[in-house]
C-alpha cells in the first residue's frame, strides 16, 4: 500500500548534483540527472543531463553531456548533442564537438570545433551517430 518506488529518469531532472570549491577528485564520474562543479576532476564525465563548470571548477579530461555551460577551465575533448556555452571567464583547450555552440566574448578557446546539427545517441553509444534525413 505505501511502497515507496524507485525514482525514475524524469524524476530526476529537476535536482542537480554538486562538487564544491576545493574538492579534486580523481576518476571518472556517470550521472544520469544534472551537475554543478566547481571543484577540480581528473579524469572522465558523462552526463544524461547539463553540466555546469563554475568559475572555480576545472576537468581534465573528456566530456559528454546533453548541455553544457563552462565558466571555469576545462583540457580535453568534449561532445556536447545540443548547446555549449562559454562563459566569458572560460578557459577551453582541445577538443569539442558540439550541436550549438556559444562563447561569450573575453573567453579563451583554443580547440578543434565540429559542429555537428543531428548528433542523436551520443549519450548512450559514446560516439556521434549522425541521423539521415529524408
Avoid at 558523462?46 to 563548470?53: A, P
Wanted: with cysteine.
Amino acid at each position: 500500500m505505501f511502497d515507496k518506488k524507485p525514482k525514475s529518469y524524469t524524476d530526476l531532472l529537476g535536482k542537480t548534483n554538486r562538487i564544491v570549491e576545493g574538492t579534486t577528485i580523481k576518476g571518472d564520474i556517470s550521472s544520469p540527472a544534472d551537475f554543478r562543479l566547481d571543484g577540480h576532476l581528473i579524469g572522465n564525465f558523462e552526463c544524461k543531463g547539463k553540466l555546469v563548470i563554475g568559475p572555480a571548477g576545472s576537468i581534465n579530461g573528456d566530456i559528454i553531456c546533453k548541455n553544457c555551460d563552462i565558466e571555469g577551465k576545462f583540457d580535453g575533448k568534449i561532445q556536447v548533442v545540443e548547446l555549449l556555452n562559454l562563459k566569458s571567464k572560460a578557459v577551453i583547450h582541445g577538443e569539442v564537438i558540439c550541436g550549438k555552440l556559444a562563447v561569450e566574448p573575453g573567453a579563451e578557446f583554443t580547440a578543434t570545433c565540429t559542429m555537428k546539427a543531428n548528433v542523436k545517441n551520443l549519450l548512450s553509444s559514446g560516439q556521434p551517430v549522425e541521423e539521415k534525413t529524408a
